[in-house]
């Protein structure tokens, strides 16, 4: 039960979030609210095309590669946010 809640939040949040701050860095340009809203629909997205490219390529779609596919589309977004917010913070 806490594997797969976890796993929800894994797949149909966290993307999506990071991307957001990737996407809006200043803090006040939408509220949290809005910041939820699209973190879902941006996780959608961002966790079912890399799955399927996976798929296309011949790698097996299993949960270990899955975890990592998205881990790293987490991590390119997250560097993205992180160099974002120090561009238009100065």
Known sequence: ????????????????????????PKKGEIDSI????????LSLALSTLPVMFLNYFGVPVNAVNVFFIILGVVVACGVAAAWRMRVFSS
């Not at 809640?5 to 957001?20: C, E, K, N, R, S």
């Not at 809005?34 to 629909?41: F, K, N, P, Q």
């Open 34 to 41: 809005e910041r939820v809203a699209l973190s879902l629909g």
């Open 1 to 24: 039960m806490i594997r797969a809640a976890l796993g929800f939040v894994y797949i149909l949040f966290i993307p999506g979030f990071v991307a957001t701050w990737a996407l809006f």
